[in-house]
């Protein structure tokens, strides 16, 4: 898997101001894994992620659990 045959995604609330992550969800059901990479740097370090855990990230953000940090 290359950073290239991936399809990512970027947050609809990210205003482009270079603080984003991108994620391409694309495999996350036959390889259990979801890749993460920064979008300042797309050929930089790609991390993969339990799917299970970004979903309970994603489940967490949206419940408002991290808007304090």
């Known amino acids: 898997m290359t950073n290239d ?3 990512w995604y970027k947050s609809s609330y990210s205003n482009n101001g270079g603080s984003c ?3 391409a969800p694309g495999r996350a059901a036959t390889t259990g894994v979801v890749p993460v ?9 790609v991390l993969t992620v339990p799917a299970t ?3 309970s990230f994603v489940t967490g ?5 991290f808007d304090t940090v």
């Open 5 to 7: 045959s991936l399809r």
């Open 21 to 23: 992550v991108e994620w």
């Open 37 to 45: 990479r920064d979008s300042k740097n797309p050929g930089g370090p």
């Open 53 to 55: 855990a970004f979903a």
């Open 61 to 65: 953000v949206k419940a408002g659990e």
